[in-house]
DNA sequence: GGTCTAGGTTGTAAAGTGCAACTTGGTGGC
DNA sequence: GCCACCAAGTTGCACTTTACAACCTAGACC
């Protein structure tokens, strides 16, 4: 096998053995929330505001998926929906306050996991391990 | 924020980016198996055989779930089971020939299909990529 | 206006998962 | 040898996540 597919096999198994943990590991972290959930908070807050068809579309889940997960958000006051004014079918979702701190205590506990992981990756190592993973993520 | 937490934010975010769509992708490329059967029939591949206990271990999985998803790839012809003749309370698990036909046949699609999408990246690139991939998931 | 499309919701069924209780087999103290 | 304890699996149970389908409402286009 060529080295660029014994490159590719390893790219694919250590995503996949990231993928299978992920879950467990989120739930230790955020243990209010599950892995779904803080991603859809997480992007409501980077885009601002955002309708729920753009969280099917970026997770690649079923619209009605995404309508229970934002329905059990706003009951537990993380983010507020309002109706679309452009546009009366759509609403526009954004978090709320208890949304933006739960999401700022989150990544700092994540940041303090991150640090240690890292703590023997030189500044170089993880800008460009960075940089991959956003070039392979934008080929989604 | 510094650019050290900066990219540890993006590694972050690109690697649960992937978790929450390899279940789909997964579900696309291999319609019989989820992504977690699949994977445990692969790690029994790697190990030439293994117990239940194992798999659980390594996949962060409670023993419960793991005994339903053996019992299910037994059912689909997919591995063997035998007591463990050094300790009758086990039982070595080992992938049937489907089993390995099947994985061979998910690899050289897999193998297709990140080809395809790894075009414009050089062999320096993937290799790197693979290399860091590698690095942080030895600390699982 | 009528038809078609898009955003969301609800009903239903299936799969994955963890916890707890249980069975069986090994280990160690007495 | 016997009894208590631990380890590997299995099963019952409840909960969550998810997709598909049917439906409702609101724009879009003719």
Known sequence: MPDRDAALD????EL???????RHKAAQ??????????????LVKER???RAADLAAHFML????????????????????????EDQRGQLL??????LRLLADAAERRRLAFRERFTDWTDDDIAR??????RYGAGD
Do not use: W
């Open 29 to 42: 972290m955020h243990p209010d929330l599950s892995l779904v959930t803080y991603s859809m908070l997480d």
């Open 129 to 134: 391990f960075a940089g991959y993973l956003t």
């Open 62 to 85: 079923d619209k009605s998926t995404v309508s229970r997960q934002v329905t059990a958000l706003e009951k537990l006051g993380l983010i507020t929906r309002e109706p679309d004014p």
């Open 10 to 13: 390893a790219i694919q198994r």
């Open 16 to 22: 996949t053995a990231f993928a299978r943990r992920a």
């Open 94 to 99: 954004h978090p709320s306050e208890d949304g």
């Open 48 to 50: 601002g505001s955002c």
